[in-house]
Every structure is written in C-alpha cells, then in structure tokens.
C-alpha cells in the first residue's frame, strides 16, 4: 500500500507521489489528488517522464487554486467554498459546546467539479 504524500502539499510531493505510484503501479491511467498543488506536481512529472496529460494520465485536483485555470495543461478539480465550511464549522463547533449540537450532524456545504484539460 502507498502512503499518501507528507503534509503540507507541495508541487515535490506530487512529482514524488507520481514517481512513486508508477513504480507500484505502472498502467495507472488516473491520479486523484488532494490538492491542485499535488496536482500540478504529478503534471510535471508526467511531462518529464513523457507521459501525455490527458491520453495516457488523467489528472485530478482539488481546491481550485488560482494558478489551476493557468497551468499547462489546465486543471481538472473540484471547487469547495471554503469560507463557508470555515462557518459552518465553527457554528456546529459553538452548537456543540452550548449543547444543541446532534452527535453525528452532517452539513452538506456542497462542490462543483470545475472541468478542465487533464480530464
């Protein structure tokens, strides 16, 4: 089993975390990522070791970042609002303390899969 790549994200971990799949797994044609910046490193790597982005590797992100819609080719990746799960969650974390929180509350804040080129 892989071990996911350290925290915090980085372009180095994505282009490592590619490398590192491949070497598991080389008929792998799709990586999901938990960040556009992991994204964007396994990108790079795919590049520098020759693999077209999307026909032979299909690459995912998430968080929507500013440079997703910018890099080359553009990133695939799924939109969250953020300030609103920040409020979200620091209103159930209030309800909680003050007693009205339910144990197992769900909050569907909701995403958008923003399409892109490396699908």
């Known amino acids: 089993m892989l071990m996911p790549p350290p925290s915090p994200s980085s372009v180095a971990s994505g282009k490592d975390g590619l490398a590192r799949m491949l070497a598991a797994h080389p008929q792998v044609d799709a990586i999901y990522c938990s960040s556009d910046l992991l994204a964007l490193g396994v990108v790079a790597q795919a590049r520098k070791l020759g693999l077209e982005v999307p026909s032979r590797l299909k690459v995912y992100g998430f968080g929507d970042l500013e440079f997703a819609a910018d890099s ?3 990133l695939l ?3 969250v609002d953020g300030p609103r799960i920040g409020a979200t969650a ?3 974390l209030i309800d909680r303390l003050n007693g009205s929180g339910g144990e197992s ?3 569907d804040v909701g995403f958008e ?3 892109r080129e490396t699908l």
């Open 72 to 74: 080359l080719p553009a």
């Open 113 to 115: 899969i923003v399409e």
């Open 90 to 92: 620091a209103r159930c």
């Open 105 to 107: 509350a769900r909050v």
């Open 77 to 79: 990746t799924v939109r």
